[in-house]
């Protein structure tokens, strides 16, 4: 974080901002401003030059089409990965998370390369996951379920490298791809170096205030002031219960 203001990014929202994910950088700007950090947003559109000293990065959900614009963005553009190399926070929401890793297959079976920064691979899996998602973290520093809502018709398979974010109680998550054999414990996301990815919406940030202040205070490089915002904890409770988890 710079000594006047913590940066957050939200990369290029016009192929990446389907679902309202744009939504998680202003959750994030919000948390910090009410603890008297000063906060900004920085979007970074298509064609615009991704800059690599921002503190955290933002990336939302689109179609195949914006989804292989976004692909070849980031094989094409140094300054996200500079920005992971030097430690930087990101949160990646549901097409971002394929975009990032080696490769997915779109449900026009094309092969688009990803950028690599996530050992994953992604497969149709012949079905789309549409609803609540419920999921247990398997992150150091969150203790409560984490919720949102999925849509999406790909399967994603973790490499070594790469850990899920949370394993699933309800809802499908990562899913399977077609050919392939059901994991033993269902989970969602990817958790590797910097990186937070998953397949939740809501925007996921509004719905899991703990995990925007993991965020946050990764960005900050210390612990944060409790916060408590009106209305989290009663919509919250709402959701779980439209999940069955009581």
Same mark, same amino acid.
């Given at each position: ?13 016009? $192929? ?27 979007? $970074? ?145 990817? $958790? ?55």
């Amino acid at each position: 974080m710079s000594d006047s203001a913590l940066t957050i990014g939200v990369l290029m929202p016009e $192929v990446l901002g389907t679902y309202g994910d744009t939504g998680n950088a202003m959750v994030l700007r919000e948390r910090a401003r009410r603890r008297g950090i000063d906060a900004s947003i920085i979007t $970074v559109g298509l064609t615009d030059a991704i800059p690599r000293s921002l503190d955290i990065y933002t990336l939302g959900g689109g179609e195949d089409t914006a989804q292989a614009l976004a692909a070849e963005k980031f094989r094409a553009d140094p300054g996200l990965s500079g920005a992971l190399e030097d430690g930087r926070q990101l949160l990646a929401v549901c097409a971002s998370l394929q975009v990032l890793g080696m490769w997915y297959r779109d449900a026009r079976d094309q092969r688009v390369e990803g950028m690599g920064v996530l050992d994953i691979t992604t497969d149709p899996q012949g079905h789309r996951a549409i609803g609540e998602l419920v999921t247990v973290p398997l992150v150091d520093g969150l203790t409560e379920p984490l919720t949102g809502f999925e849509n999406h018709g790909g399967g994603t398979v973790l490499g070594p490298g790469a850990r899920p974010l949370g394993r699933v109680v309800a809802g499908v998550g990562n899913g399977t791809p077609l050919g392939h054999e059901a994991a033993a414990e269902a989970v969602d996301g990817v $958790v590797q170096g910097s990186i937070i990815a998953t397949y939740m919406h809501g925007p996921v940030l509004a719905r899991n205030p703990q995990l925007a202040d993991l965020l946050l205070s990764r960005a900050a490089g210390g612990p944060l002031e409790p916060l408590e915002v009106p209305g989290t904890a009663a919509l919250r409770a709402e959701r779980l219960d439209a999940a069955g988890i009581r």
